[in-house]
């Protein structure tokens, strides 16, 4: 994808790790219970090697090409490996029920086109992740951005970059249109993109995850599990296999 190929340079500088991330994790995974965990969405690698002790094995998969090569290159590591993949047909690579746990962070998600690819890749998720296993997702909250007619994310500001997000007034496809605009501030140089996201609503994703059989589904508002509120821009989600 050409947006995440142009920002890959910068990428971690952009969104580096946190430790609530980490910790929302490996609150989930039992210290020395050689789970398998798979990580849609891997970008350069950051959670995937963070967890990797606690784990047998992490796989880490992304559709970006550039985001792998930097993911093996930068951060590979005992127990994980960076794989080139597609969630809407990793179920013709991967086995059956071998995954403990699925995270699907950064938004990823709502990258697909509609509802009917977000279904199907969670019912490739579902086909991977072992009965009682866990899944955990993290996009926005797109009914308060929708409702609230939200123009901009926060900006991201560091001595490295300057990272603004905007979303346009049209629309395509009933996906949003999400425009970037990066400023590395070494060089100077500005790199403009745009990209097309489907508004996934919290009721949407949960009759979903209903219709594939998950239980014990909860929603926070960030990765400290603090409740949902509908004014909390994160949407995070975590429900257990049947």
């Known amino acids: 994808m050409a947006f995440y190929k142009s920002i890959s340079p910068w990428y971690n500088h952009i969104f580096p790790l946190k430790k609530p991330m980490v910790d929302f994790v490996l609150q989930a995974i039992p210290e020395e219970s050689g789970e398998n965990v798979l990580d849609i969405g891997c970008a350069t690698g950051l959670l995937s090697q963070a967890i990797a002790d606690r784990c047998s094995q992490v796989l880490g998969i992304d559709l970006d090409t550039d985001m792998i090569r930097r993911a093996n290159e930068d951060n590979a590591y005992e127990h994980v490996t960076y794989l080139e993949m597609n969630m809407l047909n990793m179920d013709h690579i991967l086995k059956k029920e071998t995954m403990d746990k699925v995270i699907c962070f950064g ?43 939200m123009k901009a994310l926060p900006l991201i500001d560091n001595e490295h970059i300057k990272f603004e997000r ?23 140089n500005v790199i ?51």
């Open 107 to 149: 938004n990823t998600l709502v990258h697909l086109t509609d509802q009917e690819e977000i279904f199907s890749a969670l019912k490739n998720i579902t086909y991977v992740l072992k009965k009682g296993g866990k899944l955990m997702i993290q996009i926005l909250n797109y009914h308060y951005i929708l409702d609230t007619n």
């Open 166 to 188: 905007f979303y346009s007034e049209q629309v395509r496809d009933e996906r949003l249109i999400f425009e970037t605009r990066l400023t590395v501030k070494d060089t100077g």
């Open 192 to 242: 403009s993109n745009e990209i097309y996201l489907y508004p996934l609503l919290k009721d949407q994703l949960e009759k979903m995850l209903l219709e594939l059989g998950y239980t014990s589904i909860h929603f926070y508002g960030n990765f400290k599990r603090k409740p949902y509120h509908y004014e909390h821009l994160p949407l995070i989600v975590e429900a257990i296999r049947h």
